[in-house]
């Protein structure tokens, strides 16, 4: 079964309106992370935001919130008021914490997002 | 604070050669970690160092190995390259390993002819 899943491979949204980019996961950790990055055209991977399945708050970082749902293994992005340069690939990520504090992180295959004009 | 950096950027090698890359963390952190990108396969974990000591590897043929020096820079060796090794492979830095963030590094686009 895949860890992550970015069952969006591509959308559009308007510039200015809101749009929400999904993923699911899967893991039977108790404490676990999940992320998402942005990756423009240039490859570098930048983090965006970031929610502990024990955060009882949905993470939010500007214009970035997660819609975290732990009960349907949710952990959706939503973008608010978009930007041109949204435009980018988005990958939703799970670090999970074994014995000893180490971690593996699982990316999901991502979702590349248009912004139009 | 200066950014993870990678060397180099870009690298051509041909089948069966060998090539190391290289990965210097942001000040302080002590974690690093590797993964390989491809359009085919995605992003996928190929080892994650700290303390000098490899704590995590993913499911990739011995051919890759890596290691961690004691000011936390990292290196990672391909032998035997094999036309499928032509990939992105990033190298992102945390201050433990079990941090919110990870900082990502520009990438080292490697093509094997």
């Known amino acids: 079964a895949q860890k992550i899943t970015q069952t969006q491979p591509g959308m559009f949204v308007q510039e200015k309106e809101a749009v929400t980019l999904d993923c699911t996961y899967d893991?039977?950790?108790?404490?676990?992370?999940l992320f998402w990055y942005k990756q423009p055209s240039s490859g570098e991977m930048i983090f965006l935001i970031y929610q502990g399945s024990y955060d009882e708050q949905n993470a939010t970082e500007g214009r970035y919130s997660l819609n975290f749902q732990k009960a349907r293994k949710s952990a959706n992005l939503v973008i608010s008021a978009s930007q041109l340069g949204d435009s980018a690939m988005y990958f939703c990520?799970?670090?999970?914490?074994?014995?000893?504090?180490?971690?593996?992180?699982?990316f999901g295959t991502g979702t590349k997002l248009q912004v139009i004009p | 604070k200066a950014g993870v950096t990678q060397t180099p950027r870009y690298l051509i090698k041909t089948r069966g050669q060998q090539v190391t890359l290289s990965c210097s963390p942001i000040s302080g952190h002590r974690s690093v970690s590797w993964y390989q990108q491809t359009p085919g396969q995605g992003l996928q974990f190929l080892f994650e160092y700290f303390s000098e000591t490899q704590r995590n590897k993913g499911n990739f043929p011995g051919r890759f190995s890596g290691r961690q020096f004691s000011n936390s820079r990292s290196e990672m060796n391909v032998s035997t390259l094999e036309l499928g090794d032509s990939a992105l492979y990033l190298c992102a830095s945390s201050l433990t390993g079990t941090s919110n963030e990870q900082f990502f590094g520009p990438g080292t686009r490697l093509t094997v002819l």
């Open positions: 990520a799970m670090r999970e914490l074994g014995s000893g504090g180490y971690q593996k992180v699982t």
């Open positions: 893991t039977s950790d108790q404490s676990y992370g």
